[in-house]
């Protein structure tokens, strides 16, 4: 029985392997966490809307349903194409069929002071991270006299304006007008700022005008600025400073500005594009290497001159493929070359309104909200997930209370002194401390 | 408005601020975390039973319908008596009246090597690290090829047989039994051991003797192995040694021996206990100090000649007294000293079985875990939280699931070398490692 390693179970991989269960296959399923994770709604996990545990699945829950693929918790460093064998930290594993499906992880395009003191979203830990930041910042701010560090604690830069960066931003805004305007004085969160920087001319650049330019006003309806055609220079532990000398005084800065392939990419030492993707034939294999798959947003696939976005359906239909086009070499049958089929994109931008290009129609407000919310909740693998996200949702809609608003990790933005003394002329002078704490 | 500060938003500061809400004071509520812990269930937190958010309230949520008290998240270091200042880390708050009630933490015993490599149970962050422990360990058991080191990674100690380690002991039994049985190889999970170790000779020593029976008799039932009249002597990264020379190799090892006051009971510098805990007067006062009052797991209360129980239902009524105290103060008028009234104790021991002392009753099995269910949901605060805590519960008990299992902690388990190579003997040798992984 051929033996097929998958690397990764994110999108793409997991995909690949539901699609071999069954077969004729010994299916190995790799991954460094023991879970898969639904990273399109890790905004919300950052945001106290979702619980961490709403948004991954156990693997080997998943897994043990297909007698023939089996799980191995395990960090992959590189692959032996010459020997077939697929190193791990701590050991190998051989294989007759690979396909790796490893995925990406946040560029920082050369500004290595944001690899320093910006935070990113990409797994789960980030999400729990940045929740408990960006409300130690409040408590923090709620307790700061000097009023140049209380502004930085309650600036909140977001470097991106695709819709990583709108979807978490609007669901910043959200999180501060709701539940932290009721937890803390009007005063303090009158002082919160959000600040949305991209170099490119538009939030949501690859979306049609009309969409670009109702996401713009939904943001700033929210309270977003938008700085764009901005290029951040540096990013420091209080401030951001952009290439045209301005400077934003903020303790948070998260960097949505893109993705690159994870290092693996770079240790399989085969021919990559600019951006860092592996180049890969019609069929998704390795050049030379017809038995390597390479998939999802490590893969650089062009079609009609364009090269695929990084995105979960690209990676779900090139997982689909992969499977098929394995089945169909051990029949000895031919496949034609992968296409993606795009059935849409969407953004969501707070509470009740989304942009939507779906089935050749462009849909903007609650109609795409609500087509939104019904795509998430259905490819929620898993039914209690469905229904605990759904009562989340509808408590927070209804409430406009998020109780997940806890300071789980450890506290990254404190540095200050704080006073609270009734005979200092700090609080004489600011009467909405007293309220605030 | 005299102003009263309270230390610590456990059960017992928590109750006395509810309780002083809507009077004439001005207070301030301090902790060095945003939320409440429901600490009775954090066992199940670790045992991948429950989300962490489903235990967890963020204090300013509750705290904002009560008018006259403000939340302050802060980590108070100590207390100036003479100046009547509560001093924090980067600050200081005055008081006219102090609740202390910071609480307790790991009491080690002087088990120094039990600090370094032992885990505890206290928080939250404790819980998910222990989740992510034990689900670590069982994948790496699964590539472990040298059999003690198998061994180890299988083995699960827990030190102390009181209420927390039999709990604890209890779920972890059935996570293994139960939804890991399925993830895992069957000779795998065979492997798996619980030991539960208390130097005393019964589990739950202080319930009448045919309820620690039952307790013994429902532990063995589940697999779990007790060695009592058994002394910890040492905690290693990889064994446990008893002081009569017994060696446990187990790469877990739970310190649920006991606990002892905060660091803060130490830095009033006023007398206390052998036990750690302040000596306070009949009023909860401190000696000397008639407008401090320590509560809870830090006061040191003689009841009947007994010293009363370091638990969450003494906390909560000395945190009612308090309030009513107080009031009382104010008011002119004299209160009776505190007394606690015991409504019964119960510890549960896993699924459907528990043991219970209640209204001069001794209940065990479904019956007492029934009243055990009640009581723990309708003290969850929020409606939502007791919804979704049901609703996690329900799924466990109908489908031996749990879908919280998910290494989200930093792995503390790994050290060694696993190798996959279908030529090389280990596997040969060991086909149900195939089926494990």
Redesign the interface.
């Known amino acids: 029985m051929k033996?097929v390693v998958i690397v990764g179970a994110g999108f793409g991989g997991l995909r690949a392997a539901r699609r071999l269960a069954g077969g004729d296959f010994d299916v190995?399923l790799l991954d460094r966490?023991?879970?898969h994770l639904f990273q399109p709604l890790l905004y919300q996990v950052a945001t106290a809307s979702l619980?961490?545990?709403?948004i991954?699945?156990?693997v080997?829950?998943i897994a043990?349903r297909w007698g023939n693929v089996?799980?191995?918790?395990?960090e992959v460093t590189g692959v032996d194409l010459a020997n077939k064998r697929v190193l791990a930290?701590?050991?190998?594993?051989?294989y007759d069929l690979l396909v790796v499906a490893a995925g990406a992880q946040t560029a920082f395009f050369g500004v290595e002071s944001a690899r320093q003191h910006a935070r990113e979203l990409k797994g789960?830990?980030d999400a729990?991270a940045l929740r408990s930041h960006v409300?130690?910042a409040f408590?923090?701010a709620?307790?700061e006299d000097d009023p140049q560090k209380r502004a930085s604690l309650l600036t909140f830069v977001v470097v991106g304006g695709g819709p990583t960066g709108v979807e978490y931003a609007g669901a910043l805004a959200e999180l501060i007008d709701g539940?932290l305007a009721?937890?803390?004085s009007p005063e303090l969160v009158d002082m919160a700022r959000i600040v949305l920087v991209d170099m490119l001319p538009h939030v949501l650049d690859a979306y049609p005008p009309n969409l670009r330019d109702y996401t713009a006003r939904r943001l700033e309806a929210l309270g977003v600025e938008l700085m764009l055609g901005a290029q951040v220079a540096d990013v420091l532990s209080d401030r951001v400073t952009l290439s045209d000398g301005r400077t934003i005084p903020a303790k948070t800065v998260l960097w949505m500005a893109g993705v690159e392939p994870v290092p693996l990419a770079g240790a399989l030492g085969v021919d990559r594009a600019r951006d860092g993707r592996v180049h890969v034939e019609s069929d998704l294999t390795l050049p030379g290497h017809p038995d390597v798959y390479v998939i999802g947003d490590m893969a650089y696939v062009e079609q009609d001159s364009e090269p695929l976005p990084q995105m979960a359906p690209v990676a779900m239909q090139q997982g689909a493929y992969v499977a098929r086009h394995i089945a169909a070499r051990a029949a000895g049958r031919a496949v034609e070359p992968f296409r993606y089929r795009s059935r849409g994109t969407m953004a969501v931008i707070g509470r009740g309104a989304a942009v939507a290009r779906v089935f050749g129609l462009r849909l903007t407000g609650l109609l795409a909200w609500l087509m939104w919310l019904v795509l998430h909740l259905s490819y929620l693998i898993?039914f209690?997930?469905r229904?605990?996200v759904l009562?989340n949702w509808a408590?927070d809609y209804l409430f406009f209370?998020r109780?997940?608003?806890?300071?789980?990790a450890p506290d990254t933005t404190?540095d200050?002194?704080?006073?609270?003394?009734?005979t200092s002329p700090a609080r004489e002078a600011s009467p909405e401390r007293?309220?605030?704490?």
């Open positions: 033996r190995t966490q023991n879970y619980e961490q545990e709403s991954a699945y156990p080997r829950a043990r089996r799980f191995q918790m395990a930290e701590g050991g190998s594993i051989p789960l830990p729990v409300l130690a408590e923090h709620a307790l539940p009721r937890d803390f898993d209690r997930n229904l605990l009562i408590y209370e109780k997940v608003r806890l300071i789980t404190r200050g002194e704080w006073s609270v003394d009734d007293v309220a605030a704490f």
